[in-house]
């Protein structure tokens, strides 16, 4: 119940694509979802992030789309950039008085070919 | 701000031998993480910390590790003895307090192979 299952794996897309990234959860007490953005040799660095009372939420090219009856929620990368190549971390956390613990999906690796 | 400082970035050491990793946090931040990543398991969170009192280590993986966090602006992550499957990056995270606590921010991690 503390899974954070992400999909797919890798992925790879021209520039000017919009790459998705999925993720679906099973712990109905989760109540904050963020995605994290990782460069190689970097720690991850917060992207967006959404709560269960919205639906999507947009920050420039950034999407979350939120699915609160199918528990799930995904990433779309609108016009999609060869910098925007990095992995790619959904999580979440439960709790009103959340102290921060997440728990994050497996990744996914984006290339973004130009 | 300097943002989380760790060291050493890289630590090569050999099976048996206790390794001690370093992190500092955010000035001002409430709450402290160590999370290990590596390939098969993903980012995993060993341990947290609130106003340096541990609060969950439920992820630390056996008695080998241990972590510690003597004041706001320092905390270490020891595995003695160190094994071959310890072989992973691990990152210190922190977070300020509420609002906004939910935020991670993380430092660039130690690579840490044990021979």
């Known amino acids: 119940q503390q899974q954070v299952k992400q999909s797919p794996q890798s992925l790879i897309v021209q520039k000017g694509g919009i790459p998705i990234i999925n993720c679906a959860y099973e712990?109905?007490?989760?109540?904050?979802f963020p995605w994290y953005q990782q460069f190689p040799g970097k720690g991850p660095a917060l992207l967006i992030a959404?709560?269960?009372?919205?639906s999507e939420k947009k920050e420039g090219r950034f999407t979350i789309s939120f699915n609160k009856s199918a528990k799930q929620f995904s990433l779309h990368i609108m016009d999609s950039q060869p910098g925007d190549s990095a992995t790619y971390f959904c999580?979440?956390?439960?709790?009103?008085?959340?102290?921060?613990?997440?728990?994050f999906g497996q990744g996914t690796t984006l290339q973004v070919k130009p | 701000d300097a943002g989380v400082i760790q060291s050493p970035r890289h630590e090569v050491t050999e099976m048996g031998q206790e390794v001690t990793l370093r992190c500092k946090p955010i000035?001002?931040?409430?709450?402290l993480f160590w999370y290990r990543q590596t390939m098969m398991r993903g980012l995993e969170l060993l341990i947290y910390?609130?106003?340096?009192?541990?609060?969950?280590d439920s992820g630390m993986p056996e008695d080998r590790f241990s972590a510690k966090m003597p004041n706001a602006s320092f905390s270490t992550l020891k595995i003695q003895p160190s094994e071959p499957r310890d072989s992973a990056v691990y990152f210190c995270?922190?977070?300020?307090?509420?609002?906004?606590?939910?935020?991670?921010?993380f430092g660039s991690g130690t690579q840490l192979s044990v021979l």
């Open positions: 995270a922190s977070s300020p307090g509420a609002p906004g606590r939910e935020k991670l921010f």
């Open positions: 712990n109905t007490a989760f109540d904050y």
């Open positions: 959404i709560r269960p009372d919205v």
């Open positions: 999580a979440a956390s439960k709790g009103s008085s959340n102290t921060g613990k997440l728990i």
């Open positions: 000035s001002g931040h409430n709450s």
């Open positions: 910390f609130n106003n340096n009192v541990p609060i969950d």
